[in-house]
Nanobody, 124 residues
Framework: QVQLVESGGGLVQAGGSLRLSCAASGRTFSGYAMGWFRQAPGKEREFVAG????????NHADSAKGRFTISRDNAKNTVYLEMNSLKPEDTAVYYC?????????????????WGQGTQVTVSS
């Protein structure tokens, strides 16, 4: 069993920044891809960013490119999402997910474990 605990969410004004963290435990963290997803009220969960087992490969949704950056520290069993130039449409619950394999994907079905989520609210 894998436990994922997100932190760092909160209320921020448009144009501001937040850094989300996700601490993992329960299996070899460094062997698996990690991802961030988000879900706004009334909408489906959507992919934000993913990172491979080593951190050598990342992918970001078009909505996140140029503003968000995913990274990981395998020594700390932690994955991060740095979010800059936040917009009101970024408001959502952000979820950390642990992949089924070493390389990331934009599909929810490629992830085996999920955190409880952290709320991000961007005011205009």
């Amino acid at each position: 069993q894998v436990q994922l605990v997100e932190s760092g969410g909160g209320l921020v004004q448009a144009g501001g920044s937040l850094r989300l963290s996700c601490a993992a435990s329960g299996r070899t963290f460094s062997g698996y891809a990690m991802g961030w997803f988000r879900q706004a009220p009334g909408k489906e969960r959507e992919f934000v960013a993913g990172i491979s087992w080593s951190g050598g490969s990342t992918n970001h949704a078009d909505s996140a490119k140029g503003r968000f950056t995913i990274s990981r520290d395998n020594a700390k069993n932690t994955v991060y999402l740095e979010m800059n130039s936040l917009k009101p449409e970024d408001t959502a619950v952000y979820y950390c997910a642990a992949g089924k394999g070493p390389y990331s994907s934009g599909s929810v079905t490629s992830y085996a474990y999920w955190g409880q989520g952290t709320q991000v609210t961007v005011s205009s």
